[in-house]
């Protein structure tokens, strides 16, 4: 079974659980670490062989453009996170479709190559946002892994299918939803693979979570952020409940990636689709 790995490529100053606490007209003026982490995930993939994909925010492809042209001449896909990391429920439908190309185009005009993928920032597909998947099919978008189907406070849509389905078919157009990965436990679906969950887990409880769904016959799709492997980001004075979302396991959480690496195979999401029969437009 070959699971799908994915990537976040934002900045420390992005993270959602900071935003009370940093002026995001400031974002500009912080001093990026987002070349030093994605640099050290990158060639930790490259020593075990593995090919991911890097959903990268707007802004960051920007900021550095060599970057993302090393990651894509790597082998790795480039999909993307929006631009500047505004919750899709959060936005007018224009300022969604805005972004989303400013977006697209930066990425392709770096890479040279078509993004097929998106992720919107902080899971944001959610009942309250369903306009996005038509912004996402007009704009030549074939595949979306946004939506969590869990009950979250910021995120989640605890009713929706579980594992890749067709989101949204008109035209002859398609567009394929991979959900992120959940198991269910007496009937409550617990998040599996990803993010807080993947540095709170121990992890062989991880392991177990991946290798039931892969069991089952299910490709697991694990997402991470280059700020959740840096241990030297700015530690902000801010309340207990965010501070343990943003830095519980960071310390131990590259260990933790280098052996999921050489427990499980891994490819980038597009040719996880491919693999399921989901054949993507190129
Ligand atoms: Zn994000």
């Not at 990537?7 to 974002?27: A, G, I, M, P, V």
């Not at 929706?160 to 067709?166: E, S, V």
């Not at 693979?193 to 016959?217: E, Q, V, W």
């Amino acid at each position: 079974m070959i699971n799908a790995l994915s990537f976040d490529l934002e900045d420390w100053f992005h993270n959602t659980h900071l935003e009370k606490y940093l002026d995001r007209s400031l974002w500009r003026t912080y001093a990026s670490r987002a070349q030093e982490n994605t640099e050290k995930i990158i060639s930790l993939l490259k020593s075990e062989g593995v090919y991911a994909t890097f959903f990268v925010l707007g802004q960051v492809a920007e900021r550095h453009p060599a970057l993302i042209k090393k990651i894509s001449e790597q082998g790795h896909e480039i999909a993307s996170h929006g631009w500047s990391h505004k919750r899709a429920y959060q936005q007018t439908p224009q300022e969604f479709e805005a972004e989303l190309k400013q977006s697209i185009s930066l990425l392709e005009s770096i890479t040279g190559k078509k993004v097929l993928g998106h992720r919107a920032a902080c899971f944001s597909i959610t009942a309250n946002s369903q306009w996005v998947i038509d912004v996402l099919m007009k704009n030549g978008i074939a595949y979306d892994s946004s939506i969590f189907p869990i009950i979250h406070d910021k995120y989640g849509m605890s009713n929706t299918p579980r594992f890749p389905y067709i989101l949204r078919q008109q035209e002859g157009k398609k567009l394929i939803e991979f959900p992120l990965s959940t198991c269910q436990f007496f009937g409550l679906n617990l998040p599996a693979a990803g993010g807080g969950y993947f540095r709170l887990y121990p992890y062989p409880l991880t392991k177990m979570l991946i290798s039931k769904l892969n069991h089952k016959g299910h490709p697991a799709i694990v997402y991470l952020h280059p700020p959740e492997f840096d241990p030297y980001q700015p530690e902000l004075g801010i309340d207990p409940l965010n501070k343990f979302r943003i830095y519980i396991g960071v310390k131990n959480n590259f260990k933790k990636l280098k052996k999921l690496l050489r427990d499980f195979r891994f490819a980038p999401v597009k040719d996880v689709l491919n693999n399921l029969g989901h054949t993507l437009e190129y």
